[in-house]
């Protein structure tokens, strides 16, 4: 079974077409790791393609905070004003779908995923520190996660853990992991709406666990346009330049 694995798409439908056109014939399966929306223009458009789309999805602190699940507070002011926007823009239909998705980490089809850490969804894996409890304490030898808008991970073996970093090439669109056996993994497939990690194209990936081997995707997109109707939304300058930098 092939999974199209997406993460913090962000109300960003332009890069979230993008990556399905790119992806389109190559997996049978979709699962979401949250953030379906928070900080991106077109909240209800993600939200019908990803209830249309996805076997399996669970929610993140974005969701959570425009479903008042929790306090947006310990977000930034950006962030905030983001949610309460995202909040008075939804259609109740998709509001109630956001409210309704549950908390990580979820199993599906021997797969883990979690938005943030195994123990806390909230949390972020930056470290392989931070990265240890998960790939410990997970059910599955795969565990997807988000929430830091970084593509790669971490494996572990023999009481060895190393940081996974891979750059898909412009050529092919995608960096190949073989999977090896008696290793765990716990990796993220970076963010579709707004990646973080320096490189601005969308990010997701493509797990093949018949052939053991996951694909990190990149594809770019028509940043400019998103970024007009983000500026037509009053969003935050910061929001809007980094999908530029992809920071
Ligand atoms: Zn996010």
């Not at 306090?71 to 309704?100: G, I, K, Q």
């Not at 938005?115 to 930056?126: R, S």
Request: glycine share 8%; with cysteine; aromatic share 8%.
């Amino acid at each position: 079974m092939r999974f199209l694995v997406l993460s913090d798409i962000h109300a960003n439908s332009t890069a979230l077409a993008a990556a399905l056109s790119a992806s389109e014939g190559r997996w049978e399966r979709c699962v979401c790791l949250g953030d379906l929306v928070g900080y991106g223009p077109d909240p209800n458009e993600v939200v019908g393609r990803v209830r249309d789309l996805v076997d399996t999805v669970i929610r993140g602190n974005h969701d959570k905070a425009v479903c008042g699940m929790k306090a947006a507070e310990d977000f930034n002011p950006a962030a905030r004003t983001a949610v309460e926007w995202t909040r008075s823009h939804l259609l109740p239909e998709a509001l109630e779908y956001l409210c309704m998705l549950p908390a990580g980490p979820v199993e599906t089809y021997g797969l883990t995923l979690v938005h943030g850490a195994i123990h806390d969804e909230d949390e972020y894996v930056f470290t392989p520190a931070q990265a240890l409890d998960g790939l410990l304490a997970s059910p599955s030898g795969v565990t997807f996660f988000g929430h830091t808008h970084f593509q790669g991970g971490f494996s572990y073996r023999n009481d060895r853990l190393e940081v996974i970093q891979l750059r898909a090439p412009q050529a092919t669109g995608f960096a190949a992991l073989r999977l090896e056996s008696g290793t765990r993994y716990l990796l993220n497939p970076g963010s579709i709406g707004q990646p973080r990690d320096g490189d601005p194209r969308a990010a997701f990936a493509i797990a093949d666990l018949d052939h053991e081997v996951v694909e990190f995707w990149r594809v770019p997109y028509d940043i400019t346009a998103v970024q007009k109707r983000m500026n037509e939304a009053g969003a935050a300058e910061p929001l809007i330049s980094r999908l530029t930098f992809g920071r």
